[in-house]
């Protein structure tokens, strides 16, 4: 009975001690987006105080950092890519009012490596290939990128946001 006791109250005062002593680990929240063809290409791991953007190049994921901008900011990145949409040759006057959600890589010199569409928003490609379009015109923005501080050495940066189909 006393050896019973004493197990039992050892074993009590051990898991009180080990559940106040040990370092907590933080639970790890993931999400993964996938482009407009089912393919993984962003993910977001979440911590208590931290989030860490990963993009899939070659079937691994990579650190990004978003320590970048456009030449000029948000204002003259949609002035730039409204000008080259409605100055295009197959131009047709149209009002699709939709957009489109995109990702676009660039490497450590800021030279574009990848862009996807990762949502299509009120629009598909059954009368125009919109997804070509929005592609090309954001391939034209290459060597239009600035890093925030020129000693940033990250290999890879993400821009993620909205193209707008007018």
């Known amino acids: ?58 079937s691994s994921w990579q650190d990004v950092c978003n320590t970048f901008h456009y030449k000029g900011g948000y204002g003259s990145l949609t002035a730039y890519c409204d ?33 996807r569409i990762i949502k299509r928003i009120a629009y598909n490609n059954n009368k125009y290939d919109y997804d070509a379009l929005v592609k090309r015109i954001l391939w034209s923005t290459e060597g239009k990128w600035v890093k925030k501080d020129e000693n940033d050495q990250c290999k890879w940066y993400l821009y993620l946001g909205y193209f707008k189909l007018r």
């Open 1 to 58: 009975m006393i050896f019973k006791r004493i197990l039992i109250g050892t074993t009590f005062l051990f898991s009180i001690f080990t559940s106040f002593s040990q370092d907590k680990v933080d639970s790890i929240r993931t999400t993964i987006m996938c482009d407009v063809e089912g393919l993984p290409v962003v993910r977001f791991d979440e911590t208590k105080d931290t989030m860490y953007v990963k993009y899939s190049i070659s």
């Open 83 to 115: 000008s080259m949409y409605f100055n295009r040759e197959d131009y047709n006057y149209d009002e699709l009012n939709a957009s489109a959600m995109i990702t676009v890589l660039l490497d450590e010199k800021l030279k574009i490596k990848d862009i």
